[in-house]
Every structure is written in C-alpha cells, then in structure tokens.
C-alpha cells in the first residue's frame, strides 16, 4: 500500500563490505555459469538434462547468495528475520531463471525470438527471486516500493537478462579461452547486481508493528558465513565437476578421432583383418573380410561366427586353426595356407594370428590378418619359368657364356665355356679356377689391352683374346 503523507520511514544504510562481496560472489557465479553453458552445449541427451538441472541450480545458488547478501548488506535499524518457505521460493525462482538461461544458450543456434523470449522469462524469474526474498523480510515494519522505480527494475532485469544470455552463448562454449571467460564473468558478474541494487532503491520500510515471526529465521553473521560456504561449495563442486567432463569429453573426442582414423585405415587397405573371441565371434572385422566371407558390411559380422556366412566345413577349419593358436598361447607368423572366398574360389593367403590376453594374461581372443597373395603367388611362378627359360638357353647354348664379379672372379658360366677349356662341367672350372679369370687363363698381353679397351669404352666387342686350357694348351676366343 502507498505510504501516507508525512510518515516517517525507516533510515537504511549499506555495509559496503558485504556489498563488495555481493559482487564478487556474482562474479565467481558468472564464470561457473560459463563454464556449465559450455559443458550444458558440449553434452547431448540424458548428460546434457543432467547438466542443465546441476547447472542451474549451482548457478542459481550463486544468484541467490549474491541477493542475499545484498541484502545482508542493508542494515535497518531494527532486527529483520526471513520466512524460511519464502525464502526457498525464492531460491526456486532463481533456479527456474537459470535453468532457462542455460536451456537458451545451449542452443546450437540462438533465434531473436529464442533471445527475446528467453531474456523476459529470464529477467521476471530474476525478479520474482528478488522480490519474493524482499517478502520474505520479517520486521516491524511494512514494504513500500516506488512503482517507477519499480518497474525500471524489471525492465532492466530484462534487459541484463538479454545482455547476459548473449555473453553466456558467445563465451561460454567450450573452445572459449578461460581469459575471454574471465573477461566475461566480470561483465556480467558487475551486471547481476545492477537489477537488486536499483530494486532496493525503490523500497521503503514505514515502522508498524512486529508481524508474526513464525516458520522466521533470524540471518545472523555465523547463518550468512554458512549460506556462503555452502554456495560457494556448491559452485566449487560444478566447476571441478564441470573440469573433470571437460577432460574426460577431450579425450573422449580424441578416441573417437582416432578410432574413426583406425576404422578408416582398418576399412582401406586390402588384407582381411579381425578379432574373434574364444567363442569365435567377430568383435572386430575389416570390410574386406566382411566380403571375403559375403557379407555386405563389417557390421554384419559382429557378434557372429563364421559358421552363418561359410560352409561347415569351410567354417570349422577356420575355427581349429584359431583354438590351436589360443590354447598353446604362440602366435603364428606368415603361415602360408590356401582358403576359400564366399564363391568357392581357392586363393593362396598369408596368415598372422595373434593370442589377446587381458591385464591378468588369460586369453580373451585372437587377432588375425590375411593377406592374398595370390597376385604374388603368379608373379613368382612367373619368374620362375622365365628363369627356367633363361638357364635353359644359357645351358644349351653353342657359345660360351660367363659372368664375372668386379675384380674378375669367375661367378657363373655354361656348359659350352667350360667345354672350350676342355673342362668336364662348369662346376668342375669354377672349383678349379680361384683367383681372377683373366690371370689364370688368359693371356698377359692381351689382357692388358683388354683392361685397356674396357677403361676407354666400358665394353669390348668381338675381341680376340688367347686362352689356356685345363690342359695347358692354347686357343683363340673371340669375346665380347
């Protein structure tokens, strides 16, 4: 009700200490509720309502205390209690506000309809918290408020609600740096106690009777540094909590990176690659051992055996080979064997297994990798048959041919060369001639033009040169 004309209305004074500290604890309530929006935005279903209902209510605490001990900090010259129900509403009023603060700024895309709405529920949830705790006052005294001084307190909740809602989505995401957060924090930590302090301005207490003091609490320094130290305890707790998901949330996104790097990895290359467990069932399988087998994806295979995809026969030789390596515990290295694709065609394979243990060393599972080797299987069959094709026109034929190393050491040569020199076989020759060819069995003066014409040219063509024979005689070669 309005004062009536000349009534006298109680003086009122700040303690500015509390009033300092009034701030100070908006502030530290600021940067905790940066913090929760970043975890509130980085989390996704059931941890993301679990984080917006911690969220909101340590941010909420924070507010709470700050008005408090705002209030505290206005000393009348009477003894002020508060109603204990009230002043839980209070409490749940500045909750709901910062349960919708955080709800709008976690927002992948923040709307001015989403900013508009969210800054009016916002800023008369802050009110509602500010002047219900102002109900809550039990004194002989009654509240009367200046009615434009009144609303200019709501409008500007509003508008530092709408303020607020943009610094909390624009620096309360996780990438923020924790300067820029702190920057912010001191913002909106000095903008928080702008709507109490301009609230309070507006009231005035005209002296009545002592009301009824029931369900009333006396807020004694001692209750105050006990509201402080639980507040600040609960701040304290979402922070470390909210450090805590930010590690855990960073190295659970660079498992993920990595795991999506290994799959892609895994998925690429072209040897079949999987773990089974002692059952035999896939944990881990490769595409390309998804179609080896016939199925359209690696998602397929796990949980399964190879017994659905192959033939029993096929299936249970797979198998034995895979307990064998188990229950001895050796690994098996670059085992050659040939095995059946989904189509029945037979392809040659490098096979590794590989015994799991788990941290106490019992087997849990092999891991394998097979690599198709058939390509290479072709290519070595065809290089032999080219090598047989080359040794056999090397053995038969009518020249003589032969291979030295560097220093002039007889390395290789055929039937007919050896023949020449009146030796049984090449390997007879090369037992016998030991030092370099060329001063065993050529001739000193022409091998030292010989040595000549290579130095010059880097080869020598139909040059004559004259030989010794096992037996000591001599004939003439041409050579190149």
């Known amino acids: 009700m309005p004062p009536v004309s000349g009534t006298a209305f109680l003086a009122g004074s700040y303690d ?221 707790f979402a922070l470390v909590t909210s450090l805590v998901d930010r590690r855990l949330s960073a190295q659970q996104v660079m498992l993920e990176s990595e795991r999506k790097i290994l799959r892609t990895l895994i998925d690429n290359i072209p040897d079949l690659m999987y773990v089974k467990d002692t059952e035999g069932r896939f944990v881990v399988a490769n595409l390309q051992a998804a179609l080896w087998v016939g199925a359209s994806c690696s998602e397929e295979l796990i949980g399964r055996t190879e017994f659905e995809f192959l033939p029993p026969e096929r299936a249970a030789a797979s198998h034995e080979n895979q307990q064998r390596v188990m229950s001895s515990g050796q690994a098996m290295f670059n085992h050659e064997e040939m095995i059946l694709d989904s189509s029945g065609k037979e392809t040659p394979m490098l096979t590794t297994k590989v015994p799991l243990r788990d941290t106490h060393g019992r087997i849990t599972g092999v891991a394998c990798v097979k690599r198709n080797i058939g390509e290479r299987k072709k290519a070595e069959q065809a290089l032999e048959a080219a090598e047989r094709k080359y040794r056999g026109m090397f053995d038969q034929a009518l020249v003589g041919i032969f291979q030295l190393d560097p220093d002039g050491r007889l390395l290789t040569l055929n039937a007919s060369m050896a023949h020449f020199l009146l030796y049984e076989s090449p390997e007879e020759m090369l037992e016998c001639v030991k030092g370099p060819l060329w001063l065993t069995a050529v001739s000193q003066a022409r091998n030292g033009e010989f040595l000549i014409a290579m130095e010059e040219f880097g080869h020598v063509r139909a040059f004559e040169l004259e030989v010794f024979r096992k037996d000591g005689s001599k004939i003439w070669i041409s050579a190149t």
Do not use: E, Q
């Open 16 to 236: 500015y200490r509390l009033v300092v500290l009034s701030v100070i604890i908006a502030v530290i309530t600021s940067y905790v509720a940066l913090d929760l929006a970043g975890r509130v935005s980085a989390n996704y279903g059931f941890s993301r309502a679990m984080w917006l209902l911690g969220g909101a209510f340590a941010m909420g605490s924070g507010i709470w205390c700050m008005h408090y001990t705002g209030m505290l900090a206005f000393r009348l010259p009477v003894l002020v209690s508060y109603h204990i129900p009230t002043v839980l509403v209070s409490l749940l009023a500045a909750v709901l506000a910062s349960y919708i603060a955080l709800y709008v700024v976690s927002r992948d895309r923040l709307t001015p309809a989403h900013l508009a709405g969210g800054s009016a529920l916002m800023g008369a949830g802050i009110s509602t918290m500010h002047y219900t705790g102002m109900a809550a006052m039990r004194l002989p005294a009654m509240h009367s408020y200046n009615k434009g001084v009144w609303v200019l307190s709501v409008v500007l909740a509003m508008i530092l609600s709408f303020a607020g809602l943009l610094i909390l989505h624009d620096s309360g995401t996780a990438s923020r740096s924790w300067k820029r957060k702190i920057v912010a924090a001191i913002v909106l930590g000095f903008a928080i106690p702008i709507m109490h302090y301009s609230g309070m301005a507006g009231v005035r207490f005209i002296p009545m009777a002592m009301p009824d003091l029931s369900n009333s609490l006396d807020i004694s320094g001692l209750a105050h540094l006990g509201i402080l130290a639980v507040t600040f305890l609960v701040l304290g």
